[in-house]
Every structure is written in structure tokens, then in C-alpha cells.
């Protein structure tokens, strides 16, 4: 199990930014994708962005994308989530997922690509 530590979240207004860090905690893990899923009440978790190390390859939520930026460090396993421009339906706990597999980008969406889930942490767009 690779542990993974998550900040950031809280309550903004609609319109705000807020912020998510991930990082690896303790010896260095070998991954080779992290991503960001989100999960609101009465809905399946949806993965909001990921990053594949290998060739750099990032993929959106269609809901998100122009709003959220998502960015990675490979050698220090961290991932970060820029969200601009939230809208209350953007509320929901977020978490980090790290995969230690091979996968494909069109892989990147599905939950089970990833063997590794940080706690989530709970954003809240409202005014």
C-alpha cells in the first residue's frame, strides 16, 4: 500500500479557487499514474483528472475541463489540483488515487485502475 496524504478543500463561494495537494508519505514508491476522483452524495465516483508519468498524459472530466488544472511531480509522487471557477455541483469529497500498475490511458478514468486511495477531503461550493 502506498500512503498518500491529501490537504486542502474547504468551503468557497461559487466562482472561487481552491486547491488539492497529494503526496506519497514516507519511502519512495514507484507509481506510474495519480489521479483525482470525486464522489458527491448519491453519485459514483468520477475521476476528475489524471496524470500518466509515462508520455505526460493528462485527461478531464468533460465538466471540468478549462476550469481545473491538474499537475504531478514524478520523482517526488505529488499531484496537485487547481480548481477555478467552481460551481456548487463541483461539491463533493475529493480523493487521490496513485496506480504502482501499467495502465492505459483509456484506463486512466476507471477507478480500478488505481490500487492506492488516500482520505478524502471535502469541498463545498456554496455561497
Known amino acids: 500500500q502506498v500512503p498518500l496524504v491529501v490537504s486542502g478543500g474547504g468551503l468557497v463561494q461559487p466562482g472561487g479557487s481552491l486547491s488539492l495537494s497529494c503526496a506519497v508519505s514516507?519511502?519512495?514508491?514507484?507509481?506510474?499514474?495519480m489521479a483525482w476522483f470525486r464522489q458527491s452524495l448519491g453519485k459514483e465516483r468520477e475521476c476528475v483528472a489524471a496524470?500518466?508519468?509515462?508520455?505526460?498524459?493528462?485527461i478531464y472530466a468533460d465538466s471540468v475541463k478549462g476550469r481545473f488544472t491538474v499537475a504531478g511531480d514524478k520523482g517526488k509522487n505529488t499531484l496537485t489540483l487547481q480548481m477555478n471557477s467552481l460551481k456548487p455541483e463541483d461539491t463533493a469529497v475529493y480523493y487521490c488515487?496513485?496506480?504502482?500498475?501499467?495502465?492505459?490511458?483509456?484506463?486512466?478514468?476507471?477507478?480500478?485502475?488505481?490500487?492506492?486511495w488516500g482520505q478524502g477531503t471535502q469541498v463545498t461550493v456554496s455561497s
Open positions: 514516507g519511502r519512495t514508491y514507484s507509481t506510474s499514474a
Open positions: 496524470i500518466r508519468w509515462r508520455g505526460g498524459n493528462t
Open positions: 488515487a496513485a496506480s504502482t500498475g501499467s495502465p492505459i490511458v483509456s484506463s486512466l478514468r476507471s477507478a480500478a485502475t488505481y490500487d492506492n
